[in-house]
């Protein structure tokens, strides 16, 4: 498993500071930089694809005789990380030797308090049927693996996270299920509405994995409910 901590946050602070001035990423952004993390893309890559497509838009607009627009969503520089992504797969030799959980900040301890944590904000959740039988169970599991993590520490994470990814796609698709129609048609025509712009720019199966992310992150936010993998572990 990458151990990428400040993966999301590092990706909006380079945005940020290739576009030269402060825009709060979307939600539709934290969706593409969620596809990417998934993908296991390296945030090199992500990096490197925004530099390149800023470099790009920088040069046109030294070149330009009138005002450039300036950049306004992450999603424009999508294809630039798939080519950097190709480049560094290219350019590969050999596998980095992986880290230490305990070293790359994943004690135990504090993954057992985050799984409880997560376990209290699922519990306070008010939630429709099948969700909240869903969202009792899933509390319940976590706090199940949490105090095995404490009795018994394990070597490697991955498999935890992994499991961790099962309970969150098995509790969205209870949210799925509860949800109003009218809610899920708003937040689908919300995703079409801010994707339009740049559909040039990314592929088919980019787009419909923004828009699957969009529509968990939203229904998660708005029932005050968790993302659960390790990843979005606080190193506080």
């Keep these: 498993m990458q151990n990428y901590f400040n993966y999301f946050t590092e990706i909006e602070e380079r945005f940020q500071q290739r576009r030269g001035s402060l825009l709060m990423l979307s ?57 950097a992504v190709e480049q560094a797969k290219e350019a590969a030799i050999g596998a980095a030797k992986p880290q230490d959980d305990r070293e790359s900040g994943f004690e135990f301890e504090r993954v057992a308090r985050y799984l409880h944590q997560n376990a209290t904000r699922i519990e306070a959740a008010q939630l429709l049927p099948p969700a909240d039988a869903i969202a009792t169970e899933t509390a319940s599991r976590l706090r199940g693996l949490a105090e095995g993590l404490q009795a018994e520490p394990i070597t ?46 990314m592929q088919a199966v980019q787009i419909k994995q923004v828009q699957q992310q969009f529509l968990q992150k939203k229904m998660l936010e708005t029932r005050s409910l968790p993302r659960l993998s390790l990843f979005y572990m606080s190193l506080d």
């Excluded at 925004?50 to 300036?70: P, Y």
């Design 156 to 201: 490697s994470l991955e498999e935890l996270d992994r499991t961790l990814s099962v309970l969150e796609e098995r509790l969205f698709a209870a949210l799925m299920t509860a949800a109003p129609e009218d809610e899920l048609m708003a937040l689908k025509e919300q995703a079409a509405r801010e994707l339009a712009p740049y559909k040039g720019k």
């Design 27 to 83: 939600t539709l952004d934290w969706a593409l930089i969620e596809t990417w993390r998934e993908a296991g893309i390296p945030l090199e890559a992500v990096l490197r694809g925004i530099d390149e497509s800023f470099d790009k838009h920088d040069a046109k607009a030294r070149r330009a005789t009138t005002r450039t627009r300036k950049v306004n969503g992450l999603a424009w520089c999508a294809q630039a990380v798939m080519e």
